[in-house]
């Protein structure tokens, strides 16, 4: 029998025909854009661990989310960096605080857009750990009713998916509970329910003013030697009440994106972290890689790993990366 050396080349002999042999699509549509809101007016601050993203005042909001809807971009993800802070968490619940008021203006301008609020306390606690602290230690219980607070406070300002990022055990749950008790039971709740403790956080920080004033958050996010952990960490969640889950970061957790996806039913959201953005436009600036053609591939490979919806800062440029899609 002789053996066509050509057989699997064959499929790739042409572009439309790699295009219609291609397993694995991706579209703006599929993609999440974190932005970053400040105190102030007119405020536009750049970042400079992740070239080409801004903090932003409430007011440049309107106009970066029409920006954000141009690109095809299904939905955008608010991070509030509040100049106020206290030790109770309190202030993270205010009706007129930023995110609330973000929350209202994005939905003014482009009411299909839609807006995922992060919950969690480390913006707004002057230590910056994600929990609210008793004798030093994260005191998961007390952090619950905080958290739920919060929640409600972007439910009641609009906000079109709560997403829980703080990993304190139970808080799907608490959260679901309080939502529901007070109209939103149909809002839906996204959990970052494996979220590892990852030195990608690292330029985020930066641009959240979170970074924990002492210790690390190792005692609530997870170990990154741990898989079967993720898996029990998404089942409670799920058990809880979470209609989708997130994976957290990305790249380095290919492996658990895949897992999450084949045991569970419900949509799965991979967050490619700050710091993927930060070293792929870093190596770019420098000249050593093409940025566009290596943030396709990173994001390809995430959503051929298993994940529906991926948050990622290349968002904004979403339209001269997959035109057309
Ligand atoms: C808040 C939160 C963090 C990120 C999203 N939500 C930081 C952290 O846990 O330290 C990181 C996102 C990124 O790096 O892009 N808890």
Known sequence: MSFPTTRLRRLRSSASLRNAVRETDIAPRHLVYPLF??????????????????????????EAARHIAK?????????GVPSRKD???????????????????????????LVWTDVCLCAYLEHGHCGV??????????????????????ARAGADIIAPSDMMDGRIAAIRARLDAEG?????????AAKYASAFYGPFRE?????????????????????REALREVAEDIAEGADMVLIKPALSYLDIIRRVADRCDVPVV???VSGEYSMLMA?????????????????????????????????KDAQRLFPGE
Do not use: H
């Open 207 to 227: 641009a959240a003013g979170s970074a924990p004033a002492f210790g690390d958050r190792r005692t609530y996010q997870m170990d990154p030697a741990n898989a």
């Open 270 to 272: 991979a967050y490619n």
């Open 184 to 192: 939103f039971a149909d809002l839906p709740l996204v959990s970052y």
């Open 71 to 79: 690109q095809g971009v299904s939905g955008a993800m608010l991070f």
């Open 133 to 154: 602290l008793r004798d030093q230690r994260i005191d998961n219980d007390a952090t619950l009713p905080r958290l739920a607070d919060m929640s409600l406070t972007f």
């Open 87 to 113: 030790t109770t968490g309190a202030v993270a619940a205010d009706p007129n605080g930023l995110v609330p008021r973000a929350i209202d203006a994005i939905k003014q301008a482009v009411p299909e857009l």
């Open 37 to 62: 809101v400040v105190p102030g007016q007119n405020e536009r601050q750049p970042i400079a661990a992740m070239p080409g993203c801004e903090r932003l005042s409430v007011d440049l909001l309107p």
């Open 283 to 315: 190596a770019a600036q420098n000249g050593w890689l093409d940025a566009d053609n290596a943030a396709r591939e990173m994001l390809t490979s995430i959503r051929r790993a298993g994940a529906d919806i991926v948050i990622s800062y290349f968002a």
